[in-house]
């Protein structure tokens, strides 16, 4: 093991950020095995991921025999059957009327995507984002990222015309305290307003961005009421709403999508991550008369929409379909919040929150949280941080996890959590 991180730290470079330098040999289920035979439950996803766990037979199936058939055309050459049934598939699961798919390979490239779909066809260069937001790595998709600001460090001039207004966080509000998630849900649309009285004005906006549920920025849902106002704020000054699903799609939240728990529709999502089963694959995703006013030829990609990531994505949403797991995910959800009720009056645990199976333990400061995830590792359950200071510990299970196995994971971290420090340092 020493001997692979020392080859790793050699020809991999530092700017790879790293939780832990466990190598992987192999993943069963909900389980990983490293290759000194040590099991440890995934409680990742490999980042909201592997959706129905590692090597699921189905889906395993599919891309073996996908790859043994047709492993690369290029969908600007010619079509194949994998990548049209996955749209289709799609289409019936989709927010009303969001019907059309563009497949790229990753989140930060359906995002690009969105943008560039969203300029063209409105005629508009604007776009408003929501602090704390993480859309991605690449040049566009990384303007539109705020949940730390090192994403942006050293890289100079990123998009023009970018406009970032408050997300409604209530533990990280300019509101003081006392206030509830609606005083800061309200205080954040009158912000909104604001920037669009004194900032950008409102027919330049192409488009307005946003996670539904705060993903990286720390698993926090805004309040209903507030993702209705941008529908109608969206509607009425001609801008699309955009929702990024990259980490909430594919029956996380205890609905396919975000958007369907929320009730509301946006005019376009974007889709990665559990998308593809494990396999790279992400989605720009709207109505099909939106898609046939971007013009051919103005955007493409040569491996985007791959045969193999579309027949494991594919089998991947027959297994969610067939297995019942997006109506499994808010019991999920609620065992682990269960379990973790243990830690309410814990002195540095400042909130334990959930949306579906997102989940999440919000403690005063990282070293917590970190002290917390290492104690749990030790005792092979894998968590991984997200958050402005990766404060938060999140829980992601495959959606097909054993119970038991879930279970006896969240104990473990609870046990984990017990043993840090009381006292924060001063
Ligand atoms: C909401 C959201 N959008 C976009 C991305 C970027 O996805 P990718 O890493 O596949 O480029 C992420 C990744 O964490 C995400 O959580």
Known sequence: MADFEARARKVLPPVLGHYTWLQIDRGEGSWLVTS???RVLDLTCGIAVTVVGHAHPRVVKAVTEQAARLMHISTGVAKYESSVALAEMLATVTPRGLDTAFFGNSGAEAVEGAIKLARQTTGREAIIAFRG??????VGAAT????????????????????????????????????????????????????????????????????????????????????????ELATKIGALLVFDEVQTG??????????????????????????????????????????ERWRTGTHGSTFGGNPVSCASGLATMQVI???????????LGALMVEELAALRSHPRVREIRRFGAMVAVEFDEKSAAKAAIAAALEKDVLLITCGFHDQVVRFIPALNIREDDLRKGVRVFVEAARAVQIAAPA
């Open 321 to 331: 379909r067939d297995d019942g797991l997006v109506g499994r995910a808010d019991t």
């Open 144 to 231: 539109l990222t705020t949940s730390k600001a090192q994403y942006r460090r050293g890289y100079g001039a990123l998009l023009p015309e970018v406009y970032v207004a408050p997300y409604p966080y209530a533990l990280a509000c300019a509101l003081p305290d006392p206030h509830d998630a609606e005083a800061c849900a309200e205080h954040c649309y009158a912000e909104l307003e604001a920037m669009l009285e004194h900032e950008v004005p409102p027919e330049h906006v192409a488009a307005i961005f946003v996670e539904p549920v705060l993903g990286e920025g720390g698993y926090v849902a805004a309040p209903a009421s507030f993702i209705s106002r941008l529908r």
């Open 250 to 291: 594919m029956g996380r939240t205890g609905a396919w999508f975000a958007a369907q728990k929320f009730g509301v529709t946006p005019d376009v999502m974007t889709l990665a991550k559990a998308l593809g089963g494990g396999m790279p694959l992400g989605a720009v995703v709207s109505t099909r008369e939106r898609m």
């Open 36 to 38: 000194d035979g040590r």
């Open 133 to 138: 937001g993480f859309h991605g790595r690449t």
